[in-house]
């Protein structure tokens, strides 16, 4: 009976130690997943950190680029800008800012500029000549900085992006 008695007074104990076993492996687990989770969430925040640095270093280079080339087109603009040419000045004032030149009209001050480059060489100085030689070049590029900082995309890295359908809060 003593045994029985021994018995019977364990089971108290081992249920004590099931309990104890069991809160300790369910608090751990918990701790585990939201260490876990913490992570995920400083992952994330360093993600978006380094996107919004991408969209400011992207400004800022639209704020220098651009204007560099645009400056450099204006300083063209004004050496190729004469009373006598009305159709040519007309159409360098589409040049902008903005730009409301069409393909048609581009192709059309391309061919006034080759004009004067070529045609009028005895007429005109050099520097108007090299004016009407690159002017054309400037404006490719200048379209050219404006579609690639207008199409800049953001490429997720492999291994750090996180499915939209995985929920962070298990």
Known sequence: MDVEKAA??????????????????YWSAKNARQKLLDE????????????????KAGALI??????????????LIKELTHFHTPVMDALMVKLGPPVTLTADEESQLI???????RDLAD???QSERDAAEMLPLVMARVRADTATLSDMEFVAIPG????EHEDPNP
Do not use: D, W
């Open 8 to 25: 019977i007074a364990a089971v108290p104990a081992v249920a004590a130690a099931g309990l104890s076993y069991g809160a300790a492996r």
């Open 40 to 55: 995920q969430a400083a992952e994330r925040v360093a993600l978006v950190n380094r996107i919004i640095e991408l969209e």
């Open 62 to 75: 639209a704020q220098q680029v651009l204007p560099l080339n645009a400056a450099f087109q204006a300083m």
């Open 111 to 117: 061919y006034e500029l080759h004009h004067r480059s």
């Open 123 to 125: 007429e005109i100085p």
């Open 160 to 163: 750090t992006a996180i499915p």
